[in-house]
């Protein structure tokens, strides 16, 4: 089943399903060491360890909403800014048209708006989602996912990939069941 | 010199089970996404039999307000603001525990807030939702409340951003917005559980969409959690700003009664206090009905009281604080307010008012009506009451005994706004049981955190 680079692999690769979260974790650290890179685990919950044993880089969605919020609240004063200084002024027993601590509550909230939008967009947007369609679904086990199983797939597009090998090396990490995923 | 360890091991007093033991990830997910996948329970169809009774209240009194305007309400002049600013106070206050629940004791790690959090969360938006009504309804032409938003339009007008009116329609969208998002994203995971347990087709289109595809991969967890976290942080501030803002509408105005610097707190604590009340009534309903008294422990109702009574007492402070500004502040106007509103001629309000959230609560220090459901849910009845009193209190018994006698009057609803006001409780609980009955009310993915075989997992060293 081994085949050139460019060629589509057979299978999209294989999972192997783990009944404890320890397992799991011991497992993706040995593949990770086997040098697999194109790996993905799935758990019923978050794990910091998974994380850690894929080798994960540091999120990138603070600096959005860190962004998403100096956005929202400089729009926000700004809007409020040119509307009540420039476009419509108005002269109320002479006040000042630039009446900055009035405008605070509006550029406040306008920078939580933003920052709370970016976090979730952000958030859909680095997972890739939504995504109607993934191979791993197509492993009818893989719906205990969302339950109590632990699962870990490793794609065939990895270099490392060898179907025979790469089973066997599922199996040794105690395993108690390795799939094919169909793409 | 004497440390902790020399007085040997510190005996911690005993606390009740977050989540009641034996459970594992598996017996959660089962129990929780059954309350759903399940067929319709026969008292369901009842219970929201009568909420959508309340709610076709709701659509004549709304009909009748459009045909024949705000004349229909109690409000007149000097009290232009009745029971659509009470209720809508009220209602907003409410919500405000959701947030509590699922922002503040996220971050201050409180563990036991996992199984109420979805379901107070809720109740935020649903509360929220029957708040905003109000100012839209009290505008007189609903029709053209879009006018509220700074948009370009031909009338070349801008809002008045020195209003706190204007602040208000920013706190609130605001707030409504991100609780939905904050909610939204909770759900994600468990509408994915509820797509692989649905049994029926439909059901799992109807799961599977708003689940977006979520697999539970590690990858996407790692920025979920980032997601969730800073969500939780940008909905404190928030949360504390929305009252604030409500507080606002009153502060910054002149009449005696509601120019005081203590109100932004004062609201802030009254709405926890509010809101809590409202948690546990309907959570101790809920909790009998679909058996899930694992979940919703003794420890849940036991901090639920304890932070009724220690907001219950920052606002009973804060009653204390007005009588102490009006005599301190030597203002004229202030003092008579206070007189006015124990010996005037709302006196019973005020009285009703003292009885329900300053005296009953009081029984929350006793340990025996903490621990009996019977009576939480008796003294949070009172509460509810008594914070409709107070923002009664403070909008018309203000309002109608201004600076000068010749501009009195008395304030009372009429029967249109107890309509309107039933009926926002029947929006309310209409869209309460759809919630219940369609998505799961406890977070199923962070129920699978905290039973055992999930602690011991991540509590593991893991060799670098």
């Not at chain 1, 929202?72 to 004063?77: I, M, T, V």
């Not at chain 1, 995504?131 to 893989?142: D, I, L, T």
């Not at chain 2, 606390?15 to 329970?41: C, N, Q, W, Y």
């Not at chain 2, 009774?53 to 709701?58: A, N, Y």
Request: glycine letters at 8%; hydrophobic letters at 50%; proline letters at 6%.
């Amino acid at each position: 089943m081994s085949s050139t680079p460019h060629a589509r692999p057979e299978i999209f690769g294989l999972m192997a399903e783990f009944h404890t979260a320890e397992e799991l974790i011991e497992a993706t650290q040995k593949v990770h060491a086997a040098g697999y890179h194109h790996v993905d685990a799935y758990t019923p919950y978050p794990i910091e360890e998974v994380s850690h044993a894929l080798h994960l880089k540091r999120s990138k969605l603070p600096m959005i909403v860190l962004g998403g919020g100096i956005t929202g609240g400089l729009a926000g004063y700004l809007l409020q800014y040119w509307s009540s200084v420039i476009e419509y002024p108005m002269n109320i027993g002479g006040r000042p048209f630039h009446s900055w601590p009035a405008f605070i509550v509006p550029t406040f909230e306008m920078t939580i708006l933003f920052a709370a939008l970016s976090a979730v967009l952000g958030m859909f947007a680095l997972n890739g989602l939504p995504e109607p369609y993934h191979p791993a679904f197509n492993v009818p086990r893989f719906a205990l996912a969302s339950r109590d199983r632990y699962f870990l797939l490793i794609e065939a597009r990895d270099p490392k990939f060898h179907a025979d090998e790469t089973r066997k090396l599922l199996l040794d990490l105690h395993a108690s069941e390795v799939s094919d995923v169909a793409h | 010199m004497a440390t902790l360890d020399d007085f040997g091991p510190v005996e911690k007093p005993y606390k009740p089970p977050v989540v009641a033991p034996g459970h594992t990830p598996a017996t959660v997910t089962d129990k929780i996404s059954a309350v759903v996948l399940e067929r319709t329970p026969k008292w369901w169809y009842a219970a929201f039999g009568v909420s959508f009774f309340l709610l076709m209240i709701l659509m004549m009194a709304v009909t009748k307000l459009f045909l024949e305007g705000v004349g229909i309400w109690g409000i007149n002049q000097p009290s232009g603001w009745g029971f659509d600013i009470i209720n809508f106070v009220w209602w907003i206050g409410i919500g405000h525990a959701g947030t509590l629940i699922s922002a503040i004791l996220l971050l201050l790690r409180q563990e036991w807030r996992t199984s109420i959090n979805r379901f107070a969360e809720a109740m935020t938006l649903f509360a929220v939702a029957c708040a905003g009504m109000y100012p839209v309804l009290h505008t007189g032409r609903p029709w053209l409340a879009y006018w509220l938003l700074p948009y370009p339009n031909t009338m070349g007008l801008w809002p008045q951003f020195r209003s706190p009116l204007v602040w208000d329609v920013f706190a609130v969208s605001t707030y409504a917005t991100v609780s939905l998002l904050f909610w939204y994203v909770g759900l994600v995971p468990d509408l994915a559980t509820l797509r692989d347990r649905a049994k029926s087709k439909l059901a799992k289109i109807a799961y599977g969409v708003p689940a977006m595809g979520w697999r539970g991969s590690a990858h996407h967890w790692h920025n979920y959690e980032v997601a969730y976290l800073l969500l939780a942080g940008l909905s404190t501030p928030l949360v504390l700003s929305v009252h604030t803002v409500v507080s606002f509408d009153f502060a910054i105005g002149i009449i005696p009664g509601w120019h005081a610097t203590i109100f932004p707190p004062y609201f802030v604590a009254g709405a926890i206090y509010a809101g809590f009340a409202m948690v546990l009534t309907l959570a101790l309903p809920l909790r009998a009905v679909f058996g899930l008294q694992d979940f919703i422990t003794q420890r849940h109702l036991q901090n639920m009281a304890k932070v009724m009574l220690a907001t219950g007492l920052i606002v009973v402070y804060g009653y204390a604080m007005e009588f102490f500004f009006a005599w301190y502040s030597g203002n004229h106007y202030e003092a008579f307010m206070a007189v006015n509103r124990v010996l005037g001629p709302y006196k019973w309000h005020w009285l009703g008012l003292i009885i329900c959230n300053a005296v009953v609560p009081q029984l929350l220090w006793i340990r025996k009506f903490r621990s009996s459901t019977f009576w939480l849910f008796f003294v949070s009845m009172f509460i509810n009451v008594g914070m409709w009193l107070e923002r009664f209190i403070i909008i018309p018994v203000s309002l109608s005994r201004d600076f000068l006698p010749s501009s009195w009057g008395m304030y009372s609803g009429t029967i249109w706004d107890w309509a309107t006001f039933i009926g926002t409780m029947g929006l309310f609980l209409s869209l309460l049981f759809l919630f219940v009955r369609l998505l799961p009310m406890i977070s199923v993915f962070e129920m699978r955190t905290l039973v055992p075989d999930a602690q011991k997992a991540s509590s593991k060293e893991v060799a670098p």
